[in-house]
C-alpha cells in the first residue's frame, strides 16, 4: 500500500509540473502567433497515445475538437511530456518544415526576443509555480524551524571521523553563520567549508574540514542528529512506570550505572536491558533521585520527552507573497550550489544523482498535503533549473544559441541545430541512465 501511495504522488506530480512547464512554453507561443502543434503530458512513443482530443471516443463525442490548431493528449511514456512548436527543431526530431521556406506562423520566422520569451516560457512557469506554492504553504501552515543556535549535535560515524563531537554546537562553516540546524549537512557540503568553528565545553574550536570527504558527506545522510537531554514532560498512563514520582523536569544522568548526557546515549543501553527492570537516576533540581524502572519489550521506559523549542512564524496572505520569493529564490541558490557539486568529479557527488525511484522516496507514506505541496515545490525550482543548464536539447541550449543570434547578429544554421540537438539528447539520456544506475545500486545495497 505504502509503495501505491508513493506512486500515485509521484506521478500526480510530475504531471502537474510537465502541465506547468509546457504551458510556459505554450502561452508565449500563443501569445507571439506562432502555431502549436501539439501538446502533450507524457510521451506518446511511437504514435501510442492513451487520450488524444484529435482520434477515439474524444474526437467522436467532440467532432469540432478535430478542427482545433492544437492537439491535446497524453502519451503512454511517463519521462516527461512536450510541447510541439511549429518551425522548430525540438525532441520530435522533426525536420521536415526545414525543406520549405519559413511560414509566418512558425517558430523560425519570429524575431529572436519573441523566440527567447518562448523558449524561457517553461523555465519560468516552473519558478512562478514555486512561488505560489510556497506562497500558499506559508500563509496556510506558515514556517517552522529547529534554530541552531543553542542547539547541540549528535554525530554519527563520518562526523565524529571529521571531528566533530556529541554536543557540541556548530556556530560557523567559515564566515557563514547557519541558522537553521536541520540544514546543517546542506550547509556544509554545498559550501564546501575549510573550517567548521564550534563550540565545546565553553571553548570555541575549529575544525579543519577535509574536501576530500565532501563526497561522503554527500552520500551518508544523519551527521548531525539533535543531541537532546533525557529530560521528562510526562509519563504516559500506559506506562509500566506510571506510578513512580517522576516529574516535568526530571532529566536522566545515569542508566544502569552508565552516565547518560542525552537521549541518544540511554536507547541503546535500555534495548540491551528490553523486558527487564534497570536502575534510573534522575536529577531533580540540585538532588538526584534512584528509581527502578520496568524497561518495556520495545526498550522503553515510557515517559514522553521535553521537546526543543521550535521556532513559528505566522503569515498573513499578502505577508506570505514576499516571502514565497526569498524562498524560492533561496531554494534556486541553494540547488545550483548542488549542482556544482554533481559537476566537481571529486566530491562524488554524481552518485547522489537519482531519478524516479529517488525522487518517490521523499514521499511520505501516508498523503499529505504540507508534504506534497513542499516537494512540489522543490522539485518544480530542480526542474526549471535543470532546463536551464546549456545543454542541447534542454531549454537552456536553446536559450545560448538565441542569445548568440542577438548578439551576433546572424542565427546558426538549422543543419548546426539539429546536430546540437542530436548531441544534447545523447548528454540528457545519459544522465538519466545515470540516474536510473545510481539508484538501482542503492536498492541493491
Not at 516560457?121 to 509555480?129: A, E, S
Request: net charge negative; aromatic share 14%; proline share 4%.
Amino acid at each position: 500500500m505504502i509503495a501505491i501511495i508513493k506512486t500515485l504522488q509521484v506521478i500526480l506530480a510530475l504531471a502537474i509540473l510537465i502541465i506547468v512547464h509546457e504551458f510556459g512554453h505554450f502561452i508565449f507561443a500563443k501569445i507571439f502567433g506562432i502555431r502549436v502543434d501539439k501538446f502533450f503530458l507524457f510521451f506518446d512513443a511511437s504514435g501510442i497515445k492513451l487520450f488524444s482530443t484529435k482520434t477515439g471516443w474524444f474526437a467522436r463525442l467532440f467532432p469540432k475538437a478535430t478542427e482545433w490548431e492544437t492537439e491535446y493528449g497524453i502519451g503512454w511514456l511517463p519521462l516527461g511530456g512536450y510541447c510541439k512548436i511549429a518551425g522548430m527543431i525540438d525532441e520530435s526530431m522533426d525536420t521536415e518544415h526545414l525543406k520549405t521556406e519559413p511560414k509566418p506562423w512558425e517558430f523560425r520566422s519570429k524575431p529572436a526576443w519573441q523566440r527567447l520569451f518562448v523558449m524561457a516560457g517553461g523555465v519560468l512557469f516552473n519558478f512562478i509555480f514555486a512561488i505560489l506554492m510556497y506562497s500558499s504553504i506559508l500563509s496556510i501552515w506558515g514556517e517552522s524551524y529547529l534554530e541552531n543556535k543553542g542547539s547541540k549535535i549528535y554525530v554519527n560515524a563520518l562526523a565524529y571521523e571529521m571531528g566533530f563531537r556529541n554536543g557540541d554546537e556548530i556556530l560557523s562553516f567559515d564566515d557563514y553563520v547557519p541558522e537553521d540546524f536541520s540544514m546543517l549537512q546542506a550547509d556544509l557540503a554545498r559550501r564546501t567549508a575549510d573550517k567548521a568553528t564550534v563550540l565545546r565545553d565553553g571553548d570555541t574550536i575549529d575544525i579543519y574540514i577535509d574536501r576530500n570527504m565532501i563526497g561522503e558527506v554527500l552520500n551518508t545522510p544523519g551527521m548531525f542528529d539533535l543531541a537532546m537531554p533525557f529530560k521528562v514532560q510526562s509519563v504516559a498512563e500506559t506506562s509500566p512506570n506510571a506510578s513512580l514520582d517522576i516529574r516535568e523536569g526530571d532529566m536522566v544522568i545515569s542508566v544502569a550505572g552508565n552516565d547518560v548526557r542525552y537521549v541518544q546515549e540511554a536507547w541503546p543501553i535500555l534495548e540491551e536491558h528490553a523486558g527487564e527492570p534497570v536502575e534510573v537516576t534522575f536529577l531533580r533540581d540540585c538532588d538526584t533521585i534512584d528509581f527502578e524502572m520496568a524497561v518495556d519489550t520495545s526498550g522503553r521506559l515510557g515517559v514522553l520527552l521535553m521537546q526543543p523549542d521550535i521556532q513559528r512564524k505566522e503569515y498573513t496572505f499578502l505577508s506570505s507573497i514576499p516571502a514565497g520569493f526569498r524562498k524560492t529564490f533561496t531554494s534556486i541558490g541553494g540547488y545550483l550550489q548542488d549542482l556544482r557539486l554533481v559537476a566537481t568529479p571529486s566530491t562524488e557527488a554524481y552518485k547522489s544523482v537519482g531519478s524516479f525511484i529517488a525522487i518517490g522516496q521523499i514521499f511520505p507514506a501516508t498523503w499529505d498535503w504540507y508534504s506534497f505541496l513542499s516537494i512540489l515545490a522543490l522539485l518544480s525550482i530542480m526542474l526549471g533549473v535543470m532546463n536551464l543548464l546549456p545543454i542541447p536539447a534542454l531549454d537552456g541550449g536553446h536559450i545560448v544559441f538565441t542569445l548568440y543570434e542577438m548578439i551576433a547578429g546572424r542565427k546558426p544554421s538549422d543543419q548546426f541545430l539539429y546536430i546540437m540537438q542530436i548531441i544534447g539528447m545523447i548528454l540528457v539520456f545519459g544522465l538519466m541512465i545515470l540516474a536510473f544506475g545510481n539508484d538501482i545500486m542503492r536498492l541493491f545495497r
